[in-house]
């Protein structure tokens, strides 16, 4: 019989909590760790997958790979987070274990939009580390804005006049709040929010802020890295970027203590290498995606927000109107045929901007299908927090209800679906079903 493929994955980013979701559906035992509570409501629990939320050190790290013998550890801790990467490195050096890095990509400096100006490199100076943009900021006058997470943030009180100077946007969790207060930042000075965040709100705070000067670190793309570096671009804003640490090369070792062959490191820069070199190596398998169970209930004035004002969401509310809810709809922009049916509906508020954190609470069922996966990718997380159902148009990982192709006549409700499959064969079959039902069913 073929042993079962046991991975231990370090998480705390996007990338990693995508690469959870691949091998919940797999022959894999999965074992995941996050620093904190909040980290671990972002997973969602399933049979293979045993999570814990605690902070590990090195000899921690070792003793848990020796308990549970993972085939190799993977770390997808945050660029930044260069004392836990070194750690995970010295635990899998110590037992003689696989490591695999996955790495999120470094952000672009030089945006696709043509009328991007590249003179923003000349308004960036790179720091080595948090203490290095301190000391620049001591030489310049004018606000500060700290886009750079909450971990470093006492260092940034080494800012001469911080408690003026210095606004921060941090996440909104409550021991990052009793440590802002208890280092005597201001509370109007500090946001607390979870990113990423889009262009707009990122100038729309260097505005209220006033800021002269933007401290961020290289998150990559989703992170919301460009949208930070463009929004500085914009307003003329000098960026002081801390670059990413140097990733370890290599984890051969002559002091490992097992006697194993020299453990092998790798990075990849996506999940789906990172599946294929664990199909390879460690004999990893998908399960087949299993039917989804049809479940049919009443949406008569239930709260049901639309996040997309596109084609396909126009099909999804066109489609949600005869069911009698309450239908909210998010979009800067609404197709023109659609707003005007809309127009005059009571049962249907349309909000003319983006998405913002807090939109989905209160809501019944969600669609996320705007045009961008980030986003998209928020809203999902969103409703996960708060645990409500949501449907996202490009993401089908992420949904926890498919929206079904929907043949209707009179009471007579058909929904079909291809359990996130294949939208084609569900249109073309439902497009079937309605051509027999309208011939052959009486209202």
């Known amino acids: 019989m073929m042993k079962m493929p046991v991975f231990w994955i370090i998480a705390g980013t996007t990338e990693g909590r995508e690469l959870i979701d691949e091998l919940r559906r797999s022959n894999a035992k999965v074992y995941v760790s996050v620093a904190t509570d909040y980290g671990r409501e972002l997973i969602e629990p399933d049979q293979n997958l045993h999570i814990q939320a605690r902070r590990l050190g090195r000899e921690e790290m070792a003793a848990f790979i020796r308990e549970v013998q993972p085939d190799c550890v993977i770390d997808t801790t945050h660029p930044y987070a260069q004392i836990v990467t070194d750690n995970i490195c010295e635990a899998c050096r110590e037992t003689a274990t696989d490591y695999i890095r996955l790495q999120r990509e470094p952000g672009r400096l030089v945006s696709n939009n043509p009328s991007f100006n590249t003179n923003i490199l000349e308004n960036m100076i790179y720091a080595d580390n948090s203490e290095d943009a301190v000391r620049v900021l001591n030489d310049k006058t004018g606000n500060v804005f700290l886009s750079c997470g909450s971990k470093e943030i006492e260092t940034f009180t080494g800012i001469k006049d911080y408690q003026e100077r210095v606004f921060a946007r941090v996440l909104p969790m409550q021991d990052v709040m009793e440590k802002c207060e208890k280092l005597g930042f201001k509370k109007s000075n500090i946001s607390y929010m979870q990113g990423p965040f889009s262009k707009e709100l990122n100038i729309a705070m260097l505005k209220a802020s006033q800021a002269r000067f933007l401290v961020t670190k290289d998150s990559g793309e989703t992170g919301g890295f460009q949208e930070k570096i463009e929004a500085a671009r914009e307003l003329g804003i000098t960026v002081i970027l801390i670059r990413r640490p140097e990733q370890p090369e290599t984890l051969e070792h002559p002091g490992k203590i097992d006697e194993k062959d020299d453990a092998q490191q790798h990075t990849f820069y996506n999940k789906e290498q990172v599946l294929h070199k664990l199909a390879w190596d460690y004999s990893l398998e998908q399960r087949p995606n299993q039917p989804w169970f049809p479940l049919f209930v009443s949406l008569q004035n239930k709260k049901i927000v639309v996040f997309g004002g596109g084609k396909i969401a126009a099909r999804r509310i066109r ?32 909000l003319c901007r983006k998405y913002q954190e807090g939109d989905c609470n209160g809501a019944d069922l969600v669609l996320a299908v705007t045009n961008e996966t980030q986003v998209n990718r928020q809203i999902a997380e969103e409703c996960t927090r708060y645990g409500i159902p949501v449907s996202v148009a490009d993401r089908k990982e992420l949904c926890t209800f498919y929206f079904p192709a929907v043949v209707r006549k009179g009471n007579v409700v058909i929904g079909l679906t291809a359990s996130g499959e294949d939208h084609t064969k569900a249109k073309k079959t439902a497009e079937k079903l309605r051509l027999y039902v309208n011939e052959h069913l009486d209202e």
């Open 319 to 350: 489609t949600l109107l005869p069911f009698d809810a309450n239908i909210t709809v998010i979009t800067p922009e609404l197709v023109p045929e659609l707003k005007q049916e809309l127009a005059g509906n009571e049962k249907v508020t349309l």
